[in-house]
């Protein structure tokens, strides 16, 4: 217990770095996904070109590699920024494929004929994607984006490996002083599950409300 409570500010800062760059990139990750979902469905070739590069790309490449090529690769273009921000754009853009998957597969189960129905109103395509085809595909993809978000919340542990502080980071300074590794790694996980656990806590309230009943 020692452990915790003679470091508890230095597990209290990586905590809160954990959820700093588990909120900026999730909310990233929300718009980035939604937006590329959009062009994945555009009725323009171009837009639906450049999702499926998007996703293409971002899946099948390593999340290590990525912050390797923002955090280091970036500032060698003339823009440098802080780590925690080139974090953020690294987990926001790499998990922005996956929410946008999840969203394509909820757009999918919606009916073709709402889409027709809309265009026969005179709806643009942007119209019909807002405000018929995304309210109905949300309510059925709320469980997979909540583990991806999850998922998001984890991965963001190789943040501090880039000089970012985060959660898993503290583990070092604690080594240097000597504490036990076990115990170190025991108060971590245990930050993790909190953070995890009010991620999950969230989406099961928005699935209660909005989910599609099964």
Known sequence: MNVLTDNFSTYWKGFLGTVELTVYASVLALV?????????????????????AWVTVLRNTPLT??????????PRFGLVLPFQLFAVLALGC?????ICEALRSGINTV???QGEA?????MTFGQTLTTVILPQAFRS?????????????????IAGAFSVVELLGTYKTLSELGYNII????????????????????????EKRWGVAR
């Open 111 to 113: 009916p073709r004929g």
């Open 32 to 52: 980035l996904g939604f937006v590329m979902a959009s062009f994945r469905v555009a009725p323009v070739g171009s837009f639906r070109a450049f999702g499926t």
């Open 65 to 74: 590699l990525l912050f390797f090529a923002v955090l280091l690769g970036l």
């Open 183 to 206: 115990w170190t790694f025991v108060w971590i996980a245990l930050g993790y599950l909190i953070i995890t656990l009010a991620i999950s806590a969230l989406f099961n309230v928005l």
């Open 118 to 122: 809309a265009r026969s109103l005179g």
């Open 94 to 98: 790499y998990t922005s494929a996956f």
């Open 141 to 157: 993809v709320i469980p997979p984006v909540g583990s991806t978000l999850i998922a998001l919340a984890k991965n963001s542990a």
